[in-house]
């Protein structure tokens, strides 16, 4: 390899969706030389121990200097195979079954682990193109991002039969290799490209890793010393060596404080404090959803009548839209004329204003928003964003990192903390060829930052999703989490969505008389200094520390620096000392 590491491109794609395709591993002559051996021996397994002048090519794919150079950054160094490799499908028992994975309940000894910058995919498969395969060919498929999935993956998902959208088959050409989390849900599909592709998987773990066994003869059965026939079976189930197929898995030991009892019809125990609760009228496809991928779309809100009012209604008031900013961010590829927008629906006359302040405390809505995020959230005057044909697209923005508190989309315990939200109605249909809203599915849970190819969609790395709306359907976006933005507007309508931004209780979103020092604590601050009235400000919106006066010190000396950032959001932070004004 040229370079001492992945690029932040391969990182942000392997931390996003679980898998990293790395084309041209293999050059032709290497793919026509496996490929030859295995036409010649018929083998579809043992292919490491076939006989010698076969096996090295198999031998040297074990250890292929790039697999190991990305495993070492992906997995650890010290990793380990785990099952020796197979081609995918060469069992046809194996085909068309329920897919397994996702990180809930989590499986550490497959897990994804990252902190402080430091990854270790304690799993991971890895497959050889020995033959090209076209999209939908059938075989592998995988769930993009559910090695971080929080939310146990629905069974009509792992089925497949209703998918929710997310199950892929990712195109290959011979000799790529795709890297592919053992947490990620995934399985093989009955082939329909004809002859079968050849896909060669081999799965590493990380060191120390106890997943399967190998298939030495000594591995048959665990040798016990005389002493273990006196045991109870409780006993002997704690007194087991890994690595032998009579203790992998291991036994299970059934608690409840009082008693203990093996099982073995219960793969693993591990009770917790916290029950699924049956009553919290939350759809489960919705809430796996939005965990996964940091957007959720609700069909039919909107009945015919209620569309017909609000169409209606920014049909007369259409002399209103007002044409702001181009928001391409300087971006070829997104370049167009500024975005026409409708404000203020909420005060609009009557009875234009109606149809939009049915919108709001709408119950369905409501209770998606409680379940996201928590009571307690708040909006305001809400805008018609009335995009039409040329109008720019949006360059992308927000992203799980770097981390802003005020934004974040954090999961614990069962809830979602999300503490920015949009729900967008769709007041018209809005396909792929229109343009319109797109995301990066699972960004809201990034570790690296987007790379400028894909926040600008010169390179969108395959990670950016349009979403397809049909009028009265409601789109919820991690609106600080979730990168997203538009491509540019082509449809011959012009697309009407109406954006309802939502702050949760916690952060305000945009300054406020409440943010002058004066307002908030009145008499109190008479006389402050700079550095003083610095620190009795009232909640203002802070993008990422620098937006805000605050406090720096050096050599003793405490001094206010209210140096900006970009993207300001508050006209009520001061570009400069107050004292004495
Ligand atoms: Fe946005």
Not at 79 to 103: K, T, V
Not at 309 to 320: F, G, H, T, Y
Not at 380 to 394: D, I
Request: a negative charge.
């Amino acid at each position: 390899m040229d370079r001492d590491q992945m690029s932040n491109e391969e990182n942000y794609h392997f931390d996003v969706t679980g898998f990293l395709h790395v084309p041209g591993v293999l050059n032709p002559g290497e793919v026509a030389r496996l490929n030859a051996i295995l036409d010649e021996t018929g083998s579809d397994d043992a292919i490491l121990s076939l006989p010698e002048g076969q096996r090295e090519p198999f031998r040297e794919l074990l250890i292929h200097p790039q697999l190991v150079w990305y495993l070492n950054q992906i997995t650890g160094q010290g990793f380990n195979l785990d099952r020796l490799p197979e081609l995918i499908g060469s069992d046809p028992r194996s085909l068309d079954q329920a897919l397994e994975g996702g990180a809930e309940p989590r499986d550490s000894g497959t897990a994804y682990f990252f902190k402080n910058g430091r990854r270790h995919c304690e799993g991971v498969r890895a497959i050889w193109a020995l033959s090209d395969v076209s999209e939908n060919a059938g075989g592998f498929v995988l769930v993009p991002h559910t090695h971080k999935a929080n939310v146990e993956i629905p069974e009509d998902v792992l089925s497949g039969s209703d998918d929710l959208g997310l199950t892929r088959q990712i195109a290959l050409k011979e000799g790529d290799l795709l890297l592919v989390g053992l947490s990620i849900a995934q399985g093989a599909l009955a082939w329909k490209q004809k002859p079968a592709p050849r896909l060669l998987s081999f799965e590493y773990v990380g060191r120390g890793v106890i997943r399967s066994t190998g298939t030495g003869p000594i591995t048959t059965s665990m040798p016990r010393p005389d002493w273990h026939a006196d045991l109870t079976e409780e006993q002997r189930a704690t007194q087991h060596q890994p690595g032998y197929r009579d203790t992998t898995p291991p036994p299970t030991l059934i608690t409840d404080g009082k008693t203990t009892r093996t099982d073995p019809t219960v793969p693993r125990f591990h009770p917790s404090i916290y029950c699924r609760d049956a009553n919290s009228a939350i759809d489960e496809k919705e809430f796996f959803f939005w965990d996964l991928c940091g957007y959720l779309v609700l069909r039919n809100v909107m009945n015919e009548a209620w569309l017909g009012e609000a169409n209606d209604a920014i049909d007369v008031l259409e002399d209103q839209i007002v044409v702001g900013t181009d928001t391409s961010g300087g971006h070829t590829s997104l370049a167009g004329t500024g975005r026409p927008e409708l404000r203020q629906l909420l005060s609009l006359p009557e009875p234009y204003c109606n149809p939009f302040r049915r919108m709001i405390a709408h119950p369905v809505v409501e209770h998606r928003l409680n379940w996201m995020g928590g009571s307690g959230v708040r909006t305001g005057n809400p805008s018609l964003f009335a995009s039409v044909k040329g109008t720019s697209g949006h360059k992308l923005h927000t992203n799980g990192e770097p981390i802003n508190p005020s934004r974040q989309y954090v999961f614990q315990n069962g809830r979602s903390y999300c503490e920015a939200i949009t729900a967008t109605w769709q007041l018209r249909d809005v396909n792929e060829e229109d343009g319109g809203f797109c995301c990066v599915p699972g960004s809201h849970k990034a570790n690296y930052q987007v790379p400028p190819g894909v926040q600008s969609l010169d390179e969108p790395m395959g990670l950016v999703k349009h979403i397809d709306m049909k009028a009265g359907d409601v789109l919820f976006f991690a609106d600080g989490a979730n990168c997203h933005g538009t491509y540019p507007w082509k449809g011959e309508l012009s697309r009407r969505g109406v954006l309802i931004k939502y702050s949760s209780r916690t952060f305000n979103r945009s300054g406020g008389d409440l943010v002058y020092p004066q307002n908030r604590w009145g008499d109190v601050v008479e006389g402050m200094t700079d550095a003083q009235l610095a620190v009795m400000r009232g909640p203002d919106r802070d993008n990422f520390g620098r937006n805000v006066p605050r406090l720096d010190v050096a050599d003793g000396e405490v001094t206010v620096n209210y140096e900006r950032g970009g993207g300001l959001y508050s006209a009520d932070t001061p570009t400069g000392p107050l004292a004495g004004r």
